[in-house]
Nanobody, 124 residues
Framework: QVQLVKSGGGWVQTGGSLRLSCAASEPTFSNYAMGWFRQAPGKEREFVATINFSGGRTAYAESVKGRFTISRDNAKNTLYLQMNSLKPEDTAVYYC?????????????????WGQGTQVTVSS
């Protein structure tokens, strides 16, 4: 059982930056592909970004491409999401997730473990 503990998030003005972190309990963290998803009120959970086991391959939703960066530090068992140029439409609860394979996915039902959500609010 992989436990994922989130940190970061909060409130920021339009154009600001935030960094989310997700620490994994699993010592073999490097065996897992990871992803970030978000869910805004009244909307379905949507894909944000994914990263493969080594960190060498990433993919992003079109809505965040060029503004968000997913990364991982396998020595620290930690996943990151750097969010720049934030917009009000980025306001959502953000979730990190782990997938028991080496390769990431944009489909939330292909992930096996989820962290608790963290609120990100971007004011205009």
């Amino acid at each position: 059982q992989v436990q994922l503990v989130k940190s970061g998030g909060g409130w920021v003005q339009t154009g600001g930056s935030l960094r989310l972190s997700c620490a994994a309990s699993e010592p073999t963290f490097s065996n897992y592909a990871m992803g970030w998803f978000r869910q805004a009120p009244g909307k379905e959970r949507e894909f944000v970004a994914t990263i493969n086991f080594s960190g060498g391959r990433t993919a992003y939703a079109e809505s965040v491409k060029g503004r968000f960066t997913i990364s991982r530090d396998n020595a620290k068992n930690t996943l990151y999401l750097q969010m720049n140029s934030l917009k009000p439409e980025d306001t959502a609860v953000y979730y990190c997730a782990a997938r028991s394979t080496m390769w990431g996915s944009k489909w939330y039902d292909e992930y096996d473990y989820w962290g608790q959500g963290t609120q990100v609010t971007v004011s205009s």
